[in-house]
Every structure is written in C-alpha cells, then in structure tokens.
C-alpha cells in the first residue's frame, strides 16, 4: 500500500470474500452447493447452542459468578440467534425461503451438526477472510497486479535490460560480476553488491562461485506447483444469483472460482476457474493439454453452477511449474531446511543477495517480495555505514 501511493498507483476495493458465493463438497449435504452464509450462520448458531448448554448446566461456575452466567447465556443467544431455551432452529441471517421483502422471514432448515463435520470447508474456506493479510477488504490495482511494475518503472532513472538470460554470477573481492545472454550476445556487467530474485531452484544450473553450504541452502528450495485458469464468460450471470465478487470454494479439483470485483453489471466478465497449490491436482492439470484443463475446468464448474460451459467465450491456463524463466510459483521448503537455511539466506553471500518472495514468509505475494528486498537493503546500509566508517569504501554501483 505505501508503493501504491508513493508510484501513484491507482486501486480499487478486492471482495476476497463473499458469503453469497458457495460451499460445494460431492461428500457432505447431498453434493449440493450450499450458500457460505447458510453455512456459516449454521457454524454460528449450533456452537451457540453448545455454549448455552455448557452455561445453563453450570459448567462454568468456578470461573464466572451467577450474573455473568446469565450475561454468556444473553451473549450464545444473541450471536448464534437461538430460540430462549437456547435452541437453534435456523435463522433469517441466512436468507429466508420466501421473498423477504413482501413476506415475514422463513429460516431455511439448519446443517445438521455431523453433515457440517463431515464436510471439507471448515478447515478450508470458512476462515479465509479471517487471516490478518487476508481480512476484508482488501485491495488491487486497477488494471492487475503488473500496474504495481509499471509503477517502479516509471520512476527508474534508468530502465531495465530485458529479455536477458544470466548465465553466470561471480563474487569477486571488491565487487560482483554479472554475465547474461541477450539476442545471442554475450556480456557482462560489473557493480559492487548484486540483488538476485532469480528463482533459487535455478541457481544450481547458473554457474557461480558460491560456497558450498550456500549452494546447498539454495538448493533446498523447492518450487511450488500452483496452478490456475481465467475464463472469459459472454455473462455475468453470477450476478443474477446475487454474487459480487468473492470466492466459491469446491472439493473438485478446481478448489475455488473467484468472482471479478469490478464492473459490475458489464456485459462480459472474467472469472477465476481454478486456484490449486495441491501438488498433486496442480500435476494433473499440468500433464493436461490446454484443451483439456478448459475443459476439466468447466466440468467441475457445473458442480456449483450449473449451466456453467454455456456462458464461455474463451480460457486460458497457467501451470506455473511448466512456464518458462519460472518453472514454479511459490517457494517450498521441509521444515527442516527452512529451519536450518530459511534465515541464512537472508544473510549476504560475499556481496551477493539472494531476494524475492522466496526468501519471505508470503511465498508467491508481491508483498513478500518487497518486504524480503527491503530487508536486504537495510543490510547493505548497515554494510556501507561499516565501509564508510572504516574509508574503505568510495563508490557503489
């Protein structure tokens, strides 16, 4: 947010969530979609009831006294919405079965206790928008996540070279040297401290003259298999079902179908398909053609949206374990290398800095890629400060 309005990056509101999207599992409430809000009304008012039972059974009487007994007992039946014997018997913060304007609300019938444990969405999309980096509401750039670049660039005194290829990367004792590929053209550049956000994984077939324990700590991040498809839909036709941006969530292997934020009631739109960091899914769609994971896509699709192939224009698919210069989205290490290395690779090589969301607790956020940068270069000044201290120091590229 503070490189959004300091590049003067425009933004606009992100709906991560919506509670009129849908819960979908082929193993729980009859494989029928289910409104979040029906679900997590359901979530609210039966753990109410369970409360109420505790507090009316005085199961609480070494910790609260009698009146603040009685106020827990208010509270259960005030947040879950129960009946005054502390039942809960559905409620209208769910919907209702007839047309609330015109007619008093009618509470669809409750999730029974066991189909809602036996689903999948409670340990999964019932508390996405409950993490602190994921809390409503969140924010985009206008135009996608590339105007965040555009906006560093147009504030660079000097542009990037591109569509170059870095073949070697040497530390030497006052400097580092940089050789890259550019339209069959070899060169090479020299500057005093290097910031590489290369993804680590390829630093193995990069020649350098690395320390072997460093060599091993990059080694030890592994790439991620994250996957997903956009659709461009002739429709909207989310909207006439009452969803303005947010997220449905499935057990299909296409876990989730975002809904756009923006433009609403346009003609045309474009949705989210599929989001996967399953290994094992995000590998099944990559052995797929393109084709077919459109296709795949739109199967699972129909599950919440039935009708859903009709309305699709056009598609595309990104298996980032199969794109090139990337060969991975997201990084992954066990937990006993990141507790071994994660830490150590913050730390500079001679005067080489490996970076990037890599190197960050948000693998695969622009946010994470930031902060590990930042982090980086505080550590460069508190290098120079030393080197200026000491008046071994005269010039920085």
Request: with cysteine.
């Amino acid at each position: 947010m503070h490189y959004c309005r300091t590049l003067n990056v425009p933004l606009q509101v992100k709906a991560n969530s919506s509670k009129m999207a849908y819960f979908h599992d082929d193993k729980s409430l009859g494989g029928k979609p289910k409104r979040i809000i029906e679900y997590h009304t359901d979530v609210r008012g039966l753990m109410s009831e369970l409360l109420w039972k505790s507090a009316d059974a005085n199961q609480f009487d070494q910790l609260l006294s009698e009146d603040d007994v009685a106020k827990l007992m208010k509270f259960s039946r005030a947040y879950g919405d129960l009946t005054e014997n502390g039942k809960y018997r559905g409620s209208g913060r769910a919907g209702s079965t007839t047309d609330r304007m015109l007619e008093h609300s009618v509470p669809h019938a409750p999730i029974e206790l066991k189909e809602m444990l036996d689903s999948s969405f409670w340990y999964g999309g019932l508390l996405g928008a409950e993490l602190y980096d994921w809390c409503e509401p969140l924010m985009e750039p206008v135009g996608g996540m590339d105007a965040v670049v555009k906006g560093f660039l147009r504030n660079l005194d000097s542009q990037p070279v591109l569509n170059a290829q870095v073949r070697k990367i040497y530390n030497r004792d006052k400097g580092v040297e940089v050789t890259y590929e550019q339209g069959g053209q070899m060169h090479t550049v020299q500057a005093d401290y290097c910031f590489n956000n290369i993804p680590a994984y390829f630093m193995a077939g990069i020649e350098n003259n690395f320390t072997e324990h460093y060599q091993t700590a990059l080694n030890s991040i592994k790439r991620g298999h994250l996957f997903k498809i956009a659709y461009q839909m002739k429709e909207r036709f989310w909207e006439k079902d009452g969803i303005y941006g947010g997220i449905s969530y499935t057990s299909e292997p296409i876990a989730q179908l975002w809904y756009p934020s923006h433009d609403i009631h346009a003609a045309k739109g474009i949705l989210l398909g599929a989001y996967t960091w399953n290994t094992k899914v995000s590998t099944m769609f990559e052995n797929m053609s393109p084709e077919e994971r459109l296709k795949v896509g739109a199967m699972s699709a129909e599950k919440i949206h039935p009708g859903f192939s009709k309305y699709i224009e056009n598609g595309i698919s990104i298996p980032w374990a199969k794109m090139n210069h990337q060969m991975g989205c997201g990084m992954r290490m066990s937990p006993e290398d990141f507790e071994q290395y994660y830490h150590f690779l913050q730390k500079p090589e001679g005067r080489h800095f490996m970076i990037g969301d890599q190197i960050s607790h948000h693998s695969g956020w622009q946010e994470g890629a930031l902060a590990s940068s930042e982090q980086a270069l505080q550590q460069l000044n508190k290098l120079l400060g030393a080197n200026i201290i000491q008046g071994g120091l005269s010039h920085v590229s």
